[in-house]
């Protein structure tokens, strides 16, 4: 089975701290790892994905395969960050499907 | 192209009443999937289709609830004989083969069952 865990429901950071939000995962397989985020009144949308290695709106995650694990992380928080961030897997048994965590809400203060 | 598209935004229904969501998918978008979310909740898994079939279905899926996406476009999700246990957020997404299979989700259809 597989499933992911986000340990924190809330983190909250002044602006310009650092920020990461814990994502851990247990498949037994390769699976490909994603972030998405929802802003207030706003639809969930794709913020990165593992396979892309790349930083959206200064955010990176990398995958930690021998911790099993995807941490979101960005070096200084801006208060339009603040919103829910979902770590979702896709394994490759099923039909790309995505099986996501409970949510870390991230509330970024002045 | 404004993206998934749901309605209605919002119903609320007796208990034991009839429901039915619609999805419109983003355009030549070959994949839908249903999601349900609850307050505090990731959003779970239903049902998945690739054109009109029906590939994939949770097991949180009850006989109570059924899918279809007739012509392989738009897609409805119908929950008969409503429970309270019922009310959530119903999620509806789709992607295609040519998007690397990125996953666009809509607003979602909040349902409040009385």
């Known amino acids: 089975a597989q499933r992911v865990t986000q340990p924190e429901k809330l983190l909250s950071v002044f602006k310009g701290a650092p920020v990461e939000l814990k994502c851990n995962y247990s498949y037994s397989g390769s699976p490909e790892l994603f972030w998405y985020v929802q802003y207030s009144r706003q639809r969930l949308q794709l913020l990165l994905r593992?396979?892309s290695r790349e930083s959206i709106k200064g955010f990176t995650a990398d995958l930690n395969k021998g911790e099993t694990s995807f941490h979101l992380k960005k070096p200084f928080a801006q208060e339009e960050d603040s919103a829910m961030y979902y770590c979702a897997l896709r394994g490759y048994s099923g039909y790309s499907t995505l099986t996501f965590g409970k949510g870390t809400m991230l509330l970024v203060s002045p | 192209d404004t993206g998934v598209s749901q309605n209605p935004r919002h119903k609320i229904t007796k208990r034991g009443q009839n429901v039915t969501f619609r999805c419109d998918p983003i355009s030549e978008h070959n994949r839908l999937y249903w999601y349900r979310q609850t307050l505090g909740q990731g959003p779970e898994f239903l049902t998945y289709f690739q054109n009109e079939a029906q590939l994939e279905k949770s097991r949180l899926l009850s006989d109570r609830f059924s899918a279809e996406r007739p012509k392989g476009s738009f897609s409805t999700l119908e929950i008969q004989r409503t429970e309270q246990g019922d009310s959530a957020m119903y999620l509806c997404?789709?992607?295609?083969?040519?998007?690397?299979?990125?996953?666009?989700f809509g607003e979602g259809s909040w349902l409040t069952v009385v």
């Open positions: 997404a789709s992607s295609s083969d040519n998007s690397g299979n990125t996953i666009y």
């Open positions: 593992h396979i």
